[in-house]
């Protein structure tokens, strides 16, 4: 896993899976179908090394040769927060490593200001779970640090709330970290820039268009 000096909650999945994959969905020939089946591999390696930490608890089990402390994931199953609506496209990729867990959904568009306006939320009981917001883009942080706002106002603490998102932009970062300086953010790559419509460059365009064939 990758860092960056300047932002020290940022954790950049560098595997090389998970560089190739975003490769081919950068790239403006690659289809809806494949886009969305890239998408789902991608979030599946990258919630790999998101729960690298997770707690393990050890409960006594039989083995058909005898009885054995076993490692388990502890506490209560996670929820997976996926922001509507490209955020669908990273969820089915995390459910495929933890089908257990909890799904929540946090409804966002942008105005014309860029801003974020909420039109849905709907959250299991906190209970002490570990929430992974995702969102592939994150661009100018705005968005993805309202999400935030949203968990952390229900009484979820920073600490049990990790941002997954696909691609970054620096600048989208700084604002994020500004504002959530206690919450661990995962991306596959951070790009170079924002352009003139908040568009992440080179990024790959309008992920929810490309995860749905919209236009
Ligand atoms: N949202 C997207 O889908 N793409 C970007 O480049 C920026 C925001």
């Not at 849905?120 to 570990?130: K, M």
């Not at 917001?133 to 709330?161: C, E, F, Y």
């Not at 206690?182 to 490309?210: F, M, Q, S, T, W």
Request: proline letters at 7%; charged letters at 25%; hydrophobic letters at 45%.
């Amino acid at each position: 896993m990758q860092t960056d000096f300047r932002f020290p909650r940022l954790h950049i999945v560098d595997h090389p899976l998970v560089q190739h994959k975003l490769s081919l969905m950068r790239d403006k020939n690659t289809s809806t179908r494949d886009f969305r089946e890239l998408l789902k591999e991608i979030a599946m390696l990258m919630g790999f090394e998101l729960t690298r930490d997770f707690p393990i608890d050890y409960e006594e089990i039989e083995t058909p040769l005898t009885s054995f402390k076993a490692p388990f994931m502890k506490g209560k199953k996670c929820v997976i927060v996926p922001v509507l609506r490209a955020g669908l496209g990273m969820t089915d990729g995390l459910l495929l490593l933890m089908p257990s867990a909890r799904v929540g959904h946090i409804g966002l568009y942008r105005d014309e200001n860029k801003m974020p306006v909420e039109y849905l939320v709907r959250l299991p009981e906190l209970e002490d779970r570990t929430f992974i917001l995702v969102d592939p883009m994150l661009a100018t942080g705005n968005s993805a640090a309202h999400a935030v706002d949203v968990l952390k106002k229900r009484g979820v603490p920073g600490d049990h709330i990790r941002f997954m998102a696909l691609v970054a932009a620096p600048e989208g970062v700084g604002v994020f970290q500004e504002l959530h300086p206690d919450v661990d953010l995962y991306v596959a790559a951070l790009d170079d820039h924002l352009d003139e419509n908040a568009y992440i460059v080179p990024g790959l365009g309008d992920a929810g268009d490309r995860i749905f064939g919209t236009k």
